[in-house]
């Protein structure tokens, strides 16, 4: 059994910053890549930023220059800097792993259960 636990959401002003974490553990917690998935209301999850164990990171382009993907020297966290945050970030945000590939969703072998972000103006 693997689990991943996201923390550090919540509501923040447009243009303001959060972090968000996610811990993997389990029989397995260091991961080819890991990454994160946002979902607003009425929409798709969309791939927001990923990272293989080597560092490399990729971003959407919707985020990339604002948000910043790192992982512990363990290998079994990831985070998510969000800086100058705009309304349209607002979404649940979901961490993901995968031994797979790096990724898209159908490589997805493991689900966070998601933390809420929530931008205001």
């Known amino acids: 059994q693997v689990q991943l636990v996201e923390s550090g959401g919540g509501s923040v002003q447009a243009g303001g910053s959060l972090r968000l974490s996610c811990a993997a553990s389990?029989?397995?917690?260091?991961?080819?890549?890991m990454g994160w998935f946002r979902q607003a209301p009425g929409k798709g999850r969309e791939d927001v930023a990923r990272?293989?164990?080597?560092?490399?990171?990729y971003y959407a382009g919707s985020v990339k220059g604002r948000f910043t993907i790192s992982r512990g020297n363990a290998l079994d966290t990831v985070y998510l800097q969000m800086d100058s945050i705009k309304p349209e970030d607002s979404a649940m945000y979901y961490c993901?792993?995968?031994?797979?590939?790096?990724?898209?969703?159908?490589?997805?072998?493991?689900w966070g259960q998601g933390t809420q972000v929530t931008v205001s103006t």
């Open positions: 389990g029989y397995k917690s260091n991961f080819h890549c």
């Open positions: 990272i293989y164990h080597t560092g490399t990171a």
């Open positions: 993901a792993s995968s031994d797979i590939a790096c990724f898209e969703v159908k490589d997805i072998e493991y």
